[in-house]
């Protein structure tokens, strides 16, 4: 079991940054492809960053060139930097663990086993 706890959300102005953690327990990510999704009011849960076990990236298109994902094994903890804040981006930000196959992809839901309980971000326009 992997618990997934995140942090570093909050309020900011568009144009702002914020980062954003996730901090796990339980067991090593190192064993774990990770990910970040968010879900805004009314909306599904959207597919926002991965990183594999051995560090491949992939975004969405949505945040391409303005949010990066990182992970520090040694600390058991992956990041979400986001810059250039939009409104859009106003959502609860989700980090979730799973082992990626060929069937089981970064973008899908159901590549992950765990998922923490979310971190809410406003962007004031």
């Known amino acids: 079991q992997v618990q997934l706890v995140e942090s570093g959300g909050g309020l900011v102005q568009a144009g702002a940054s914020l980062r954003l953690s996730c901090a796990a327990s339980g067991r090593t990510i190192s064993s774990y492809d990770m990910g970040w999704f968010r879900q805004a009011p009314g909306k599904e849960r959207m597919f926002v960053a991965t990183i594999t076990r051995s560090g491949y990236t992939y975004y969405a298109d949505s945040v391409k060139g303005r949010f990066v994902i990182s992970r520090d094994n040694a600390k058991n903890t992956v990041y979400l930097q986001m810059n250039s804040l939009k409104s859009e981006d106003t959502a609860i930000y989700y980090c979730?663990?799973?082992?990626?196959?060929?069937?089981?992809?970064?973008?899908?839901?159901?590549?992950?086993?765990?998922w923490g309980q979310g971190t809410q971000v406003t962007v004031s326009s």
């Open positions: 979730a663990a799973g082992i990626f196959t060929s069937s089981r992809r970064g973008p899908r839901k159901d590549s992950y086993d765990y």
